[in-house]
T-cell receptor
Framework: DAKTTQPPSMDCAEGRAANLPCNHS???????VYWYRQIHSQGPQYIIH???NNETNEMASLIITEDRKSSTLILPHATLRDTAVYYC?????????????FGKGTLLTVNP | DGGITQSPKYLFRKEGQNVTLSCEQN?????MYWYRQDPGQGLRLIYY???????QKGDIAEGYSVSREKKESFPLTVTSAQKNPTAFYLC?????????????FGQGTRLTVV
């Protein structure tokens, strides 16, 4: 699976959009981009995933660049409860082993 | 409610003792996983199971053992051979072992060995 690079930390004001970047310059054509988040002392929570088209669900939007080398997770109206570590993961669809390789992620702090 | 349950949330053990962490899921998922997380670090895979009665070593399996006798259960034993067992342990499951499916995580067990 391709490696990802994320900033270690970001701040966002409550009510504003939080834009979390992720670089995955070695991504292959059959690899998906997944986002999870982990609130302190809890298990990670799935947010969204995509291949090449932009995706949106009730939690967030995922914007993937045309060359697929980077992506941005957007929380449109951040709340204090969105403070968490956000993990960007790239994994192969239909691979022989299912392993989520979590790096250190981005600590998003939403400030009042 | 469907979900994945880990127990207990906090666990204390003396050095040299084996300890078993529980993980149960009622999601009818085939695949289950155990991860370890140390402070400020990402998750590292200990063991995973693609189907009942089958399991495979992950990246840091030494000092750990698992069993998968039932689809819904995947207990992890931390043995005395594990050099640094104090950590946050996370169990996860997914519908299949491969394919475009997301993983669901439990709330974790924080193990402290004194």
């Amino acid at each position: 699976d391709a490696k990802t690079t994320q900033p270690p930390s970001m701040d966002c004001a409550e009510g504003r959009a939080a834009n979390l970047p992720c670089n995955h310059s070695t991504i292959s054509g059959n690899e998906y981009v997944y986002w999870y988040r982990q609130i302190h002392s809890q298990g990670p929570q799935y947010i969204i995933h995509g291949l090449k088209n932009n995706e949106t669900n009730e939690m967030a939007s995922l914007i993937i660049t045309e060359d697929r080398k980077s992506s941005t997770l957007i929380l449109p109206h951040a709340t204090l409860r969105d403070t968490a570590v956000y993990y960007c993961i790239v994994r192969v669809w239909g691979g022989s082993n299912y392993k989520l390789t979590f790096g250190k992620g981005t600590l998003l702090t939403v400030n009042p | 409610d469907g979900g994945i349950t880990q127990s207990p949330k906090y666990l204390f053990r003396k050095e040299g003792q084996n300890v078993t962490l529980s993980c149960e899921q009622n999601l009818n998922h085939d695949a289950m996983y155990w991860y370890r997380q140390d402070p400020g670090q990402g998750l590292r895979l200990i063991y995973y199971s693609q189907i009942v009665n089958d399991f495979q070593k992950g990246d840091i399996a030494e000092g750990y053992s698992v069993s998968r006798e039932k689809k819904e259960s995947f207990p992890l034993t931390v043995t005395s051979a594990q050099k640094n067992p104090t950590a946050f342990y996370l169990c996860a499951s997914s519908i299949h072992w491969a394919g475009n499916t997301e993983a669901f995580f439990g709330q974790g067990t924080r193990l402290t060995v004194v």
